[in-house]
């Protein structure tokens, strides 16, 4: 694997990929996430193809940044909301993942965003924060913020995760 660049100076030194689905079973959520932070995973696809990624990890919670592009756009020339939207289900989901013990799994049911602020090029890096608001056995739920650097509120979501046993995944 060959070291790819996400965004300018955000670099994935073991290029793209997936987490090994047999490590899903050595490790809790929040090690597995860590371990992409540490560079001992490489980055998901999904970070090259939209520009953003995982920066920080604790318990409940999961912190991306991202940098806006041309390869965004909408028609109009705004960042299409499908960029905002990714980028706030993957904290969602991440800040999720980091209460999921060995041999969980997990998927988003439903998320809802508001777009409160227009996203262009020129907004620069962006700081997206996902935080668990509650977890049950089966379903969790969490919230986000995306903040440019002023930390002016650009976005924000709710997202329902379903969790379920991580052998009820698809075989690769």
Same mark, same amino acid.
């Given at each position: ?10 670099? %994935?030194?073991?290029?793209? @990929?997936?987490?090994?689905?047999? $490590? ?5 959520? #929040?090690? #597995? ?6 560079? *001992? ?5 999904? %970070? ?7 920066? *920080? !990890?604790?318990? @409940?919670?999961? !912190? ?12 109009? @020339? ?5 960029? &905002?939207?990714?980028?706030? $289900?993957? &904290? ?6 980091? #209460?999921?013990?060995?041999? *969980? ?19 620069? *890096? ?6 668990? !608001? ?6 969790? !739920? ?5 903040? $440019? &650097? ?23």
């Amino acid at each position: 694997m060959s070291e790819v660049e996400l965004y300018p100076g955000r670099l %994935s030194p073991l290029g793209l @990929g997936t987490i090994p689905h047999g $490590d899903i079973l050595k490790y809790t959520g #929040l090690e #597995l996430l860590q371990r992409i932070i540490d560079n *001992e995973y490489p980055a998901p696809p999904i %970070s090259f193809q939209l520009n953003f990624d995982l920066i *920080e !990890v604790s318990e @409940g919670r999961a !912190v991306f940044h991202g940098m806006p592009s041309e390869r965004h756009l909408n028609p109009l @020339g705004g960042v299409h909301g499908g960029w &905002a939207a990714t980028l706030l $289900d993957s &904290a969602l989901a991440c800040a999720v993942q980091t #209460l999921l013990v060995r041999g *969980e799994a997990y998927t988003t049911a439903e998320f809802k965003v508001n777009l409160t602020r227009p996203i262009t090029p020129k907004t620069g *890096e962006v700081v997206c924060e996902g935080k668990v !608001v509650h977890k049950g056995r089966t379903l969790a !739920v969490s919230e986000a913020t995306l903040k $440019d &650097a002023n930390g002016k509120l650009l976005a924000f979501g709710t997202e329902t995760c379903s969790i379920f046993p991580a052998a009820n995944l698809a075989a690769r």
